[in-house]
């Protein structure tokens, strides 16, 4: 099963594809960043966003989507941005008829570490480990996004019963 993992942002996207022959078989296929400028117009980087994510959805053709729901921001105008980033993300899964799963925070951190309130380094130490990786992966978005891949691995029972 081919899985992506979506860590949304306005100014990065981090992406996570992974193959899980089973929750304990994962292997990477490949992590990135979507980057857009923070000088460029709004309507120009969310349409950035959606035409790059496209080409790797037609190029990976993933089976499940694991995208970072929003839970709480203490900074308005980034939960907007993030929540118009999110709703494109969204769109163009859609489009690809990939299945959803939406996890928040506290239950990524729980599948991930076992521990819902888990730090970042946590999380990252985590990744590394589970996909035997020699270093973990950078920027830290890459990362968060193979958290959310794996997530989907592990949830991979329960996942046709969510979209």
Do not use: W
Request: aromatic share 4%.
């Amino acid at each position: 099963m081919r899985i992506i993992g979506i860590d949304p942002g306005l100014a990065i996207v981090g992406i996570g594809l992974i193959e899980a022959n089973s929750a304990h078989d994962l292997q990477v296929i490949d992590y990135l960043t979507i980057e857009t400028p923070a000088k460029t117009p709004l309507a120009q980087r969310l349409k950035e966003i959606g035409l790059d994510l496209n080409d790797l959805l037609s190029e990976h053709k993933p089976d499940i989507a694991v995208i970072e729901k929003l839970y709480f921001s203490v900074n308005e105008k980034t939960a907007l941005d993030v929540a118009q980033a999110r709703g494109v993300i969204l769109g163009a899964v859609a489009n690809h008829e990939v299945q959803i799963i939406e996890p928040t925070p506290p239950e990524l951190k729980s599948c991930i570490t076992g521990d819902g309130t888990a730090d970042k380094k946590q999380m990252q130490q985590m990744v590394k480990m589970i996909f035997n990786l020699p270093e973990i992966p950078k920027p830290d978005d890459a990362a968060d996004a193979l958290a959310l891949a794996a997530f989907g691995a592990f949830q991979g029972k329960q996942a046709s019963l969510i979209a």
